[in-house]
């Protein structure tokens, strides 16, 4: 079988001007990044502010495993699977940070027969929203330090006669707003600035990856670019010597943000290997931040679609719980069905036993896997929606597992359970599992949020971690103890964006299987006002990634013909 990138290269595509048009957009709402791509302006909104919204597939996977499971590649087999049968429909996906891309997975479009393209513009730059957020985020530190130099070095009083500003008197010690670069650097993770003469005050500061950037965040759960200005705006910088909060807005900088993230604000539309339209917007992280696409792109494909096929990082606990919980109470869109993806090799990975040959069959491996599986169906069946499993079906399956795990599925609360074959054979590969989400989709639900957002703050800690994951209880550090206390009055009301690892149902990325009874240690609370969201950092989780022993930049290069390889 051919590579990714030769699948995407030998394919032939559609000028995105003719797929803009199939998809019901008009010319001037259309902005062109040469022949394959091209942003949606929010125009567009205008015209079909009346339009009917069409039905929302959340595509959500099991405990993810360091052997892949495809949820991308469902998610875009899913909708040329729609689009085979002749339905309206457009998926949504978040754009790869360049971190993973030559950390990691060396490209994030999909794979085989069922992916965006074409895959490498998607996975380098794409339209450059990410660098335009980057620079947005650094502003406000560089804006943050340079008025914290001149407080210091004027004092408040002159500061105030020579500037004409108020002086806020930021505190160094309670600095909030770290820096952030797109890459995986952990060299970085802590630093300290100011050093040197006339560059002061030195204080603590670090760099998170982009993708955690609140910034990232409130371009996904922005309606507009009026709320996205707004959301900016109240952005917590740091804390005054007072011990006030010092905001975006204080600081005079959120404009000038808002400025640089302008045309960030429109979806990027592409298309899939079969033709049909995939919007590409923002790119939050699932574990470190809340792992959805973008508002924006949801409400805009819906309105011109009929189905949207839109997915949630990593496993049901983490981007899925985070759509239901978060991006929900922003859109008000509700997900019609789920799509849960799972894979013979994922469950026997997740199972616990000892498995020598992940791709030999292995009944009591596959057996305790289906549990795992089981407490992923039963997480999604308790927020009201129907659920499809999907099994992703790898060459070194065998039929007798397939057919026994389907027949196990059955028995289940899943509404189905579909094999799918989209990475192989593409469109024709995942026919019977589109059929299967339209039925689930006309399914009568009745959509149920985790935890009543209006707790005290404490309660809905707690109590997120018991409903979530299966805890017994949390652990606050020092600093977290003291941080829910500042937050409590102000800011207790905001969801929860629980930062863990993706790699257990739990904290800890060696409990395998459905952990139960464990104390969740929580390190750190951040808010994210702009955002609406308190982030809980559990355990040893960091906000910026390192590369490995073997990153994926060392297979990536580039021939004589500008043509790009290693990418997958």
């Not at 959805?292 to 899925?320: C, K, P, Q, W, Y």
């Not at 020598?356 to 896997?369: E, V």
């Amino acid at each position: 079988m051919l590579s990714d990138i030769e699948i995407s290269r030998n394919s032939p595509l559609v000028a995105i001007s003719d797929l803009a048009a199939r998809l019901g957009i008009q010319p001037d709402e259309l902005v062109t990044y040469g022949v394959h791509k091209a942003k949606v302006l929010p125009s567009v909104f205008k015209r079909l502010a009346q339009a009917p919204l069409g039905r929302t597939i959340l595509v959500t996977a099991v405990t993810p495993t360091p052997y892949g499971e495809g949820k991308t590649v469902t998610t875009i087999g899913l909708t040329q699977g729609l689009h085979a049968l002749g339905e309206s429909v457009c998926a949504c996906i978040r754009q790869p940070s360049m971190g993973p891309v030559f950390g990691v997975k060396g490209g994030a479009a999909g794979g085989g027969y069922a992916q965006v393209v074409p895959m490498e513009e998607l996975n380098l730059h794409l339209t450059g929203d990410i660098h335009a957020l980057t620079s947005a985020h650094n502003l406000a530190a560089a804006a943050l330090d340079a008025r914290l130099f001149y407080e210091t070095q004027l004092g408040a009083a002159a500061f105030e006669l020579q500037s004409g500003l108020s002086a806020l008197n930021i505190d160094p010690e309670q600095i909030l707003w770290r820096r952030v670069v797109d890459q995986n650097d952990r060299s970085l993770r802590q630093i300290e600035v100011g050093i040197g003469r006339n560059n002061g005050p030195v204080h603590a500061s670090g760099f998170d990856i982009s993708a955690a950037s609140e910034l990232m965040a409130i371009l996904a759960l922005s309606l507009d670019l009026a709320d996205m200005r707004a959301r900016i705006g109240r952005i917590i910088l740091a804390k005054s010597t007072d011990g006030n909060w010092i905001s975006a807005d204080d600081l005079g900088v959120a404009g000038a943000m808002t400025v640089i993230m302008r045309d960030a604000i429109a979806p990027t539309l592409m298309q899939t290997l079969s033709g049909a339209p995939c919007l590409i917007h923002a790119g939050p992280f699932a574990n470190i931040a809340h792992g959805n696409s973008s508002v924006i792109a949801d409400d805009m494909a819906l309105r011109l679609a009929d189905f949207v096929v839109t997915e949630g990082g990593f496993g049901s606990d983490m981007g899925f719980e985070k759509y239901a919980n978060i991006k929900v109470r922003t859109s008000n869109i509700p997900p019609a069905a789920v799509v849960l993806v799972a894979t013979l090799r994922a469950l026997k990975a997740n199972s616990g036993v000892t498995v020598s040959d992940i791709n030999a069959p292995n009944q009591d491996a596959l057996q305790a896997g289906f549990e795992h599986l089981c407490w992923h169906i039963n997480n999604v069946s308790k927020y009201g929606v129907p659920v499809v499993v999907a099994i992703n079906r790898f060459p070194t399956d065998t039929d007798e597992e397939l057919h026994w795990l389907q027949q196990q599925v059955t028995k289940t609360q899943a509404f189905a359970c579909e094999i799918s074959e989209a990475f192989a054979n593409g469109a024709s590969g995942a026919l019977d599992l589109a059929r299967s989400v339209i039925s689930a989709c006309q399914q009568p639900s009745e959509f149920t949020h985790l935890y009543d957002v209006n707790l005290p703050l404490d309660v809905k800690l707690t109590q997120h971690m018991q409903l979530a994951y299966g805890a017994a209880g949390i652990e606050l550090s020092d600093l977290a103890a003291s941080q829910l206390q500042s937050l409590a009055t102000d800011y207790g009301h905001l969801p929860l964006c629980v930062a863990k690892t993706p790699m257990s149902i739990s904290h800890d990325p060696q409990q395998k299987g459905v952990p139960s009874g464990f104390m969740v240690p929580v390190a750190e609370l951040r808010l994210n006002a702009g955002a609406g969201f308190i982030t809980v950092i559990t355990g040893n989780v960091m906000t910026m990634p390192g590369l490995g022993l073997c990153p994926a930049y060392l297979q990536i290069d580039i021939d004589a013909n500008g043509d790009i390889q290693g990418l997958s």
